[in-house]
């Protein structure tokens, strides 16, 4: 069977400031967590910089910085927005690809996040493309094939070639900031069909794809999520944004 290196990665939203970095590079370093698993953080684009000027400091080569959304155009007159030049130049190394509250606050369609996973592909930095199902569509039988559009959005664009070198984020909407996080065993199932989706264009590539679970990991429930065999790892929301939290779930990756 195929080792992949585990990543646990923290989406801190519109949330946290330069203390709350300093405290987490510094627990990261402390507890030597980063040793055999990656670490993702993503902070808002204002703390990029300083995010990337303080990781480099600490020597924290396994923590890597993620931008938490960026646009699908290279520039132009649009306030507010960030290009993917932008995010690399303040010193991003991963991109947040379709995030459920981009898809449902902002209405970005599964076509434009895949436009936003090629970008950033294109420019050298690595996706994690979040996928996942509403309530409704859990309760209405549609999550395979919610999934399978969301997924086949990026493998039309992007061919077989698109899966290579991202993430893929299994977030199941009901359970993201609810509390209730998926079964170890449903969320197993569900990551076994991405990969069988993956594998179903390049084997090789579903051997080596890391697919990780978001949606409520707490301490309590990270060992049993992350011991399934299609599970390589967690992103984070309201838990990344506790220090303490957030290191003993890196801790039991
Ligand atoms: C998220 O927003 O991506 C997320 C997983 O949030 P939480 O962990 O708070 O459910």
Redesign the pocket.
């Known amino acids: 069977m195929t080792k992949r290196m585990p990543v646990v990665a923290a989406?801190w939203?519109m949330n946290g400031s330069r203390e709350l970095v300093n405290q987490v590079l510094l627990q990261i370093k402390q507890s030597g967590v980063c040793q055999d698993i990656e670490v993702v953080i993503s902070p808002p684009a204002t703390l990029y910089s300083y995010f990337d000027e303080q990781k480099k400091i600490h020597e924290l080569d396994h923590v890597f910085l993620a931008a938490q959304n960026i646009n699908e155009l290279d520039n132009g007159a649009l306030t507010g927005e960030i290009s993917v030049g932008l995010a690399k130049e303040s010193g991003c190394q991963w991109v947040i690809c379709g995030?459920?509250?981009r898809r449902s606050l902002f209405k970005e369609t599964s076509k434009v996040t895949a436009k936003k996973f090629m970008k950033a592909l294109n420019a050298g930095l690595k996706p994690i493309l979040?996928v996942g199902e509403t309530t409704e569509e859990k309760e209405t039988g549609k999550t395979f094939s919610r999934l399978t559009a969301q997924i086949e959005a990026v493998m039309h664009l992007g061919g077989k070639q698109a899966f290579k070198d991202c993430l893929i984020?299994y977030?199941p909407i009901w359970?993201?900031?609810?509390?209730q996080?998926a079964s170890p065993e449903l969320a197993q199932e569900i990551h076994r069909f991405i990969r069988g989706m993956i594998a179903s264009i390049c084997p090789e590539t579903a051997k080596t794809v890391r697919i990780l679970y978001?949606?409520?990991?707490k301490p309590e429930n990270a060992a049993a999520l992350f011991s399934q065999p299609d599970i390589d790892g967690?992103?984070?929301?309201?838990?990344?944004l506790v220090p303490e939290q957030f290191i003993k779930i890196c801790q039991l990756a």
Do not use: D
């Open positions: 989406n939203k995030h459920s509250e979040c984020a977030e359970a993201v900031g609810t509390g996080a978001g949606g409520s990991i967690g992103l984070i929301g309201g838990a990344g």
